[in-house]
């Protein structure tokens, strides 16, 4: 007999390779969360530079009273899927609300960020279409396509000429969807939108742009790249998620389609996965108003990401772009010089997202930050301090 868990010992070897150097880096433990950037972990009070939660609203008293009044109104959870169980009104709520701040006419709520991308790309596209997409693209872009069934087409990471190229040659039947991301979650770089859009102008396809990264970070609405570029009506479908600036869990998709929809009854991820749970719904309900009620937190979060961005810089970092944006990443030359550092500034009081292979782009090592609005002037300058200290102490090279 074949042990099933064969296939995965050189995963177990890889991780016992880990541990050797130190803490477990990909199952920390929080102990106590004290705010939107500080935690106790191991017993110390620790900067947190690798959450997500760009607008510091985990913690907002009007976004946890909305929560709790939810579960003592409507229970703890919805126990099905909207299909099965119905709709609470809160759902329909929210999805209003986020239609609106998105100034689209449709939009449809799933129960996490990933989910929203399986339940886009599968409800959108079939076996007779093609999905390109860039090479760069999340995870859970992937799944999503292999979930449609439709053909699969890379391009060259925001390459527009590389899709014009592919468009140009191609024989599809079906129909033609190409996805984007907004803000890339692993180097922080942004997709060139307006080339994309003359390719689309040349070749006719419709436009799904992944804005979990940058909804609520970007444009002067905070709807993402395409209301920063001022392309929101060439983007056909924008999907994101709750997990970020909405500081809660769950996903959505959005678009004027008339037919947007059919995708309730298109979606398996949608129509087999139990609905957000009231208190998920109401927290992001209040979070979404504090967003429209509140653009000073997205002004400071451009401030301090490019604190951080310059800070890095003099200390003579390679960084994964050359644009400011809240995720700051470090490359490192190799996996073993990377959990080294890592440990090192998890000791000193940092904690930081580990990035490797096989989840990131080019196989790269990365020491991934992710900024918060919440982050004041002394954690970000605290972060950079111990960032130089790595580097004092000859942990860093810089990869090439």
């Known amino acids: 007999m074949t042990d099933l868990f064969d296939k995965h010992r050189a995963i177990a070897e890889r991780h016992e390779r880990m541990l050797s150097l130190g803490v477990n880096a990909v199952s920390l433990t929080n102990d106590r969360i004290l705010s939107p950037t500080r935690a106790i972990i191991d017993g110390r009070e620790t900067v947190l530079a690798g959450t997500n939660n760009y607008m510091g609203i985990t913690f907002d008293p009007d976004c946890i009273a909305a929560g709790q009044e939810a579960m003592a109104l409507y229970g703890t959870g919805t126990t099905g899927s909207r299909i099965a169980n119905g709709s609470y ?80 040659r191609s024989e599809d039947e079906g129909g033609r969807l190409v996805v984007l991301e907004g803000i890339y979650s692993m180097l922080g770089d942004r ?35 395409a209301d920063e570029a001022g392309l929101e009506d060439d983007v056909d479908f924008v999907v994101g998620t709750f997990s970020k600036s909405i500081g809660a869990i769950g996903g959505f998709g959005a678009g004027n389609h008339p037919l947007f929809n059919m995708l309730r009854y298109a979606s398996r991820p949608y129509m087999f996965t139990a609905s957000p749970s009231p208190a998920t719904v109401a927290t992001a309900l209040a979070a979404i108003r504090k967003l429209r009620a509140e653009p000073e937190r997205r002004e400071r979060l451009s401030v301090n990401s490019a604190r951080l961005f310059n800070g890095f810089k003099s ?37 930081v997202n580990i990035a490797l292979p096989p989840g990131t782009p080019g196989k790269q090592c990365l020491l991934r930050c992710s900024v918060s609005a919440a982050h004041t002037f002394e954690e970000i300058d605290r972060i950079i301090a111990l960032f130089g200290e790595v580097v004092a102490q000859g942990l860093y090279k810089k990869a090439v």
């Not at 742009?209 to 609405?221: C, Q, R, Y």
């Open 89 to 168: 009104s809160m759902h329909r709520d929210l999805e209003k609300e986020l239609a609106g701040f998105l100034n689209r006419k449709h939009c449809i709520m799933f129960t996490t960020g990933y989910q929203a991308n399986l339940g886009m790309l599968a409800g959108l596209a079939g076996p007779k279409d093609t999905i390109y997409l860039d090479a760069d693209s999340h995870s859970s872009i992937y799944d999503g396509c292999t979930l449609s069934g439709a053909k699969l087409v890379r391009f060259r990471h925001n390459d527009a000429g590389d899709l014009d190229k592919r468009l140009a």
């Open 191 to 225: 997709a060139p939108l307006a080339e994309f859009v003359e390719v689309k102008k040349k070749h006719g396809f419709q436009l799904l742009v992944d804005e979990a990264h940058s909804f609520g970070v970007l444009g002067k609405n905070g709807r993402g790249l």
């Open 315 to 351: 200390l003579g970092l390679a960084l994964g772009c050359d644009s400011v944006s809240p995720i700051v990443a470090v490359h490192c030359p190799d996996e073993v010089s990377t959990i080294s550092m890592w440990n090192a500034l998890l000791t000193a009081g940092v904690y």
